[in-house]
């Protein structure tokens, strides 16, 4: 074997291993350079600023609705609702002409557990030239930026009297739903009935989806909106000062009486 052939081979390979090193840390720090200048983008989180959120709370009123038949709801409390005229119906009801008779009021709410509000749904039935018409007014579950939907659905003492007021909405607009008086039949079981009125706003055009991005829409309360033609706000209500809720555009479109109360706040299911 001859070893000078050998040292001497070993010796002109270094260089060459030495330049494929050399080669391989240059590409090494090349591409770690590459990728600094173009780093991965992650995927864009939901929008801070739109924290709508599905906040559905335990113990709220249930997905059941009520159903209307042979002039009355099977769950609420359904009463006469004696509206201020006419025109003034035909205003509230905007997406077609009506002619009403026999209108009824059907009221079914649940206070939320460990809020003291009260969520749930207000229908006005109808009937024209033979035809039965729903409204459906509704104040959900659900919370918005840290805040309930039904926030603002309460009793409250008013003149030395425990009194309601609070708003529910559909697609067309909203109403303030108000009890101002009590009726204590002596039976010691406390008032048993409840009366009041509904006062109305109609959106100036028909509602639209809220869209928060982030791959999902959603509508946002109506109450909830500081500007626009969706701002249906009443301070009346929402600041618990009057139960003449007269305030931010709102028309009175009728009263009732005889409400039960046990049925209207659901209160034998507590």
């Not at 070993?10 to 590409?27: A, D, E, N």
């Not at 769950?75 to 009506?98: C, M, R, S």
């Not at 460990?114 to 030239?129: E, L, M, N, P, W």
């Not at 919370?143 to 003492?157: H, Q």
Request: glycine share 8%; hydrophobic share 35%.
């Amino acid at each position: 074997m001859n070893l000078n052939k050998t040292y001497r081979k070993i010796i002109l390979s270094f260089p060459l291993v030495l330049t494929s090193l050399l080669l391989l840390f240059i590409g090494v720090g090349c591409a770690k350079k590459s990728s600094n200048k173009n780093p991965v983008v992650a995927a864009t989180p939901i929008p801070t600023d739109s924290p709508y959120v599905d906040a559905t709370i335990p113990g709220a009123p249930g997905s059941v609705d009520s159903v209307y038949s042979g002039a009355t709801y099977s769950k609420g409390a359904t009463t006469d609702f004696h509206i201020v005229n006419d025109d003034e119906f035909n205003i509230f009801v905007a997406t077609h002409p009506v002619e009403p008779e026999n209108v009824v009021i059907n009221i079914d709410l649940k206070e939320v557990p460990t809020r003291g509000a009260f969520a749930g749904t207000v229908k006005i039935h109808y009937q024209s030239s033979g035809k039965d018409y729903e409204a459906q007014l509704k104040s959900g579950t659900k919370s918005y930026d840290g805040k309930d939907y039904f926030m603002y659905n309460k009793f409250f003492t008013h003149n030395g009297k425990k009194v309601f007021t609070g708003l529910f909405e559909d697609t067309v607009g909203a109403i303030a739903l108000v009890f101002d008086n009590t009726v204590d039949l002596g039976d010691g079981a406390g008032p048993s009935q409840l009366s009041g009125s509904v006062w109305y706003k109609n959106y100036t055009k028909a509602m639209a989806t809220y869209d928060a991005g982030a791959g999902w829409s959603v509508v946002l309360p109506c109450w909830f909106r500081t500007i626009g033609p969706y701002d249906c706000r009443n301070n009346i209500v929402m600041n618990k000062t009057g139960i003449v809720p007269d305030s931010n555009g709102y028309r009175k479109l009728g009263t009732f009486s005889n409400v039960n109360r046990i049925k209207a706040l659901n209160l034998l299911t507590e």
